[in-house]
């Protein structure tokens, strides 16, 4: 018979170890280890493991260069490697030697998919990039870009796209075509207008039919065509390289580290060609800006600039915001890393707190295809995560994070820090709680998983287990950014999206939400839910 456990004190054993007496057959004592104090919860099944502790996802990155004489292969490599943030599921570039495309992509990160002898392949004057994350169609090499398909009048395109369309039905129906992949049937639509005229009145003449988000780059064989949406939702800029070749990016950081000088931004509703003779530009459409506020949050590098400021700026004065808006008695501001770390500095400037690192990020742990076993999600966030125990033991902790999408990340968070020694967990958040899901390129899960959507903040405080919990408020939000507030797009936080979407008020009626009942909170599930339901059926937003 086996005894109770027993914890060994004695001198030379680990502290923590216990071992089972087994008096009959003690050739097979069995020997474990507790779990220590502050064990983190297993994460539930259907936790996306390798997106844990990474916040919403951008679609793509974009990039293009038409700069004869250059090693525009390679160049659009390291452009692309500037943009790997935003999308690590595929990559792709197509090169042009003036007379035919010539396509390379795969899955993977960029550094996965090229190699020297696939670069050196790839000979031309001008080329595009593009970095993929699936939000809609799968995510398989068919879908990976740049797309390439024939033209009528002969020759090719190619295309590579960042952010979402919302009208595919209409699209579709137009190409007669069943409903797809929306870079598929804008490839589709300006292929067949482009059998008909030159690709730059093809361009201006299908641009206008497509509604949504859309940062495009295109190339045919001897010129580069970048247009973006009259929204502007997502960025995309212009740089000039030493030599006089131009190059255009989603983001200013892919400009630099090919040597361009950001020339400008495309503007809303503008399309610009280069060739040989240049750059032109042309407007298809009338601008109505409504440029993402989650890319000041989160998405963007801090390094990108966008409207005459850098986003780590801006970041930095959402943290001074914070601190005004959220005092609190505390010892050490930390953030949790990239995309909370300006905020930090400025949130313990403002509140004349020191501001230390007491989070590594394990840069390396990338996406993984891995299928996450019971020991992976045992380890949750410390995938991502490293504490830094002498920052943070015994001290009351301001943590600066960007955003809170399900809860899952922040409630491990505050459970590694607290069992690393943290004697309070002050969460302070750069983005408004957001309540609605984005249509216009990012990956922030269904209105259903959203916490924000459905808790109060002090029900996503207790569900998280921090001390106390701050979201910047959207004014002082926006007014860290160079841009007003009719000039943003602030769907996700405030529901007020700037482009009607089809089927998101049917969408309002299938909200299911489980959290309330996952943080113990005091109100009965079921009243919430039938309470929901209700609100759905009159309309009305769930608040
Ligand atoms: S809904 Fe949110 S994430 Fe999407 S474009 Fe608007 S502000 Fe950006």
Redesign the pocket.
């Known amino acids: 018979m086996t005894g109770p456990a027993v914890r060994v004190g004695a001198p030379g054993t680990l502290p923590g170890v216990v071992s089972r007496p087994t008096a009959r057959r003690p050739e097979a004592a069995v020997t474990r280890v507790d779990p220590p104090p502050h064990a983190l919860e297993p994460l539930p099944a259907d936790v996306d493991l390798a997106g844990l502790g990474e916040g ?1 996802k951008e679609e793509c990155g974009v990039f293009g260069i038409f700069a004869p004489g250059e090693d525009v292969a390679t160049l659009s490599f390291y452009g692309l490697y500037a943009l790997q943030h935003r999308g690590q599921e595929s990559a792709g570039i197509a090169v042009s030697d003036g007379r035919r495309i010539v396509v390379h992509k795969d899955m993977g990160l960029v550094n996965q998919v090229f190699q020297e002898t696939s670069l050196a392949a790839l000979e031309g004057d001008l080329a595009i990039g593009h970095t993929r994350y699936s939000t809609t169609g799968a995510s398989s090499w068919a879908n990976a870009q740049p797309q390439y398909l024939e033209v009528g009048g002969g020759g090719g395109l190619a295309l590579g796209h960042n952010g979402n369309l919302v009208n595919t039905a209409e699209l579709a129906r137009l190409l007669e075509v069943p409903p797809g992949n929306d870079s598929e049937l804008m490839a589709a639509l300006l292929a067949r207008e482009a059998g008909q005229s030159s690709m730059e009145d093809a361009i201006v003449r299908v641009a206008p039919q497509l509604k949504g ?1 859309f940062s495009v780059m295109v190339m045919d064989e001897r010129r580069l065509y970048a247009f973006r949406d009259p929204g502007g ?1 997502r960025p995309l800029a212009v740089g000039r390289l030493p030599n006089g070749g131009w190059v255009v990016a989603s983001e200013t950081a892919a400009l630099d580290i090919v040597g361009a000088i950001t020339v400008r931004d495309v503007a809303p509703g503008e399309l610009v060609v280069v060739d040989e003779d240049g750059l032109t530009s042309r407007h298809f459409a009338d601008p109505t800006p409504s440029h ?4 000041w949050v989160y998405l963007a590098r801090p390094d990108h600039r966008q409207d005459g400021a850098s986003v780590y700026s801006v970041r930095r004065e959402t943290g001074r915001v914070l601190a005004r808006e959220a005092p609190v008695e505390a010892d050490t501001v930390i953030p949790v890393p990239d995309s909370g770390t300006a905020a930090a500095a400025g949130y313990a400037q403002e509140a004349g707190l020191p501001y230390a690192e007491g989070l590594v990020k394990n840069r390396y742990v990338g996406r993984t295809f891995i299928e996450p076993s019971d020991t992976l999600r045992q380890l949750g966030i410390r995938l991502k995560l490293s504490p830094v125990r002498e920052v943070i033991e015994g001290q009351r902790l301001v943590v600066v994070d960007d955003s809170i999408v399900r809860g899952n990340t922040s409630r491990q968070l505050v459970a590694m820090l607290r069992a690393a020694g943290a004697a309070e967990v002050h969460l302070r958040i750069t983005s408004p709680p957001i309540k609605n899901p ?1 249509y ?3 990956d ?1 899960a269904t209105r259903a998983e959203l916490i924000g959507a459905d808790l109060s903040v002090e029900e996503i405080c207790e569900f998280v287990g921090a001390d106390t919990l701050h979201y910047v408020t959207l004014d002082g939000l926006i007014g860290a950014t160079p841009q007003t507030r009719d000039r943003l ?5 405030d529901g007020e999206y700037p482009i009607a979407v089809p089927g998101e008020h049917e969408q309002l009626a299938q909200i299911k939400f489980d959290f309330t009942a996952a943080a113990g909170s005091s109100r009965d599930p079921d009243e919430v839910e039938a309470e929901r339901v209700a609100n759905a059926r009159e309309g009305r937003t769930v608040e």
């Open positions: 919403p988000a939702f993402c506020l989650f890319e984005c216009f390129g990012i922030m797009c602030r769907a996700c936080f």
